[in-house]
């Protein structure tokens, strides 16, 4: 009863926003093939063609435009498909900020139906790269390239909702997008994930609502969402699994589609070419199996990726 009861308050809040108009699905979609090098054009049209037919999605984001020459490739593959792309800028140093607003200039400015939008900085504010109001010159420095483009960030859920990225919201970004992952907070799939991942998004629209004024001021996203998949790691009670990564797709990211929240979910496909990366506590994990999809492009069995449609929490 604890969800149910979540998600009709949900409902309630967000149908003033969205007027319960069904969310858009993305997915956030790496630059490097399995085997580690960097994607074509070519690569980047198979990608779009099993993402649409498997899930009806025809929207990704990537995180830096220069990366593997992204732009530069991704663009003409999202006009040959009829896919539109969000576009990534990394901040963090003055190289990567450089070269990716060079990759802007070359290649956005010429596929602007294309490009969805912008985002300035990954989780920058939850790593303490910069204050709100740095990272705010950054992001208005990137909309004086696109200007008829919409630009905002993406970042950590609590960073919106502890008043973090006030400055953001004050300064009136184009958009924002709000990542949250319950399995980094170690909820079990069977026993709080879902309610966790909800309760995470309804705070950080909920702080972003009022510090704007507005509902719908600024285009919200969840940013990131996702689970490992079979031969993923655990983080806690958090156990991967394909089966459960498909609970949290249905019950969660199909749920907030429903209620007319958008999402991108994380990822498209698996990258096996990633290392294993070593935690704070010195554990080793794995993140090669976040993928709906495999690394060749297939689906999972029993991961089913095109929601349904009815008036509570979304199933597929």
């Known amino acids: 009863m604890r969800l149910l009861t979540y998600a ?10 969205h007027a319960l108009e069904r969310g858009t699905l993305g997915f956030a979609l790496g630059t490097k093939k399995a085997d580690g090098t960097c994607k074509t054009t070519d690569d980047y049209e198979a990608d779009f063609d099993a993402i649409k037919t498997n899930t009806g999605s025809t929207l990704v984001r990537g995180y830096s435009a220069s990366d593997c020459d992204c732009a530069q490739n991704i663009l003409p593959a999202a006009k040959s498909k009829g896919f539109q792309v969000v576009l990534g800028v990394w901040p963090d140093t003055e190289e990567s900020f450089t070269a990716d607003k060079q990759a802007l200039v070359n290649y956005a400015t010429k596929y602007t139906d294309q490009v969805y939008a912008v985002t300035v900085g990954s989780e920058t504010l939850y790593r303490g790269n910069f204050t709100g109001s740095e990272l705010l010159s950054k992001i208005n420095d990137v909309k004086a390239i696109l200007p008829n483009t919409k630009v905002g960030t ?6 919106f909702a502890d008043g973090t990225a006030d400055a953001l919201i004050k300064g009136g970004v184009d958009l924002l997008l709000a990542n949250a992952f319950s399995y980094w907070q170690g909820k079990d799939v069977g026993d709080g994930a879902i309610f966790t991942y909800l309760d995470d998004i309804q705070l950080a629209l909920g702080r972003i609502q009022q ?6 001021g600024i285009e919200f996203w969840n940013g990131e969402a996702g689970w490992p998949t079979d031969g ?11 089966s459960n990564a498909a609970t949290l797709y249905s019950q969660g990211v199909c749920g907030l589609l429903d209620w007319g929240v958008n999402v991108f979910y994380f990822e498209a496909f698996d990258e096996p070419w990633k290392p294993v990366s070593i935690g704070d506590s010195g554990d080793a ?7 709906a999809m495999t690394a060749d492009r297939s689906t999972k069995p029993g991961f089913p990726l095109k929601c349904k449609q009815w008036g509570g929490a979304g199933n597929t």
């Open 8 to 17: 009709v308050v949900t409902a309630l809040s967000l149908s003033t926003t």
């Open 154 to 159: 993406a970042d950590s859920w609590n960073k």
């Open 211 to 216: 510090m704007s004024g507005k509902l719908d």
């Open 232 to 242: 993923g790691t655990d983080y806690d009670a958090a156990t991967a699994g394909t």
């Open 285 to 291: 994990k794995d993140e090669t199996h976040w993928g």
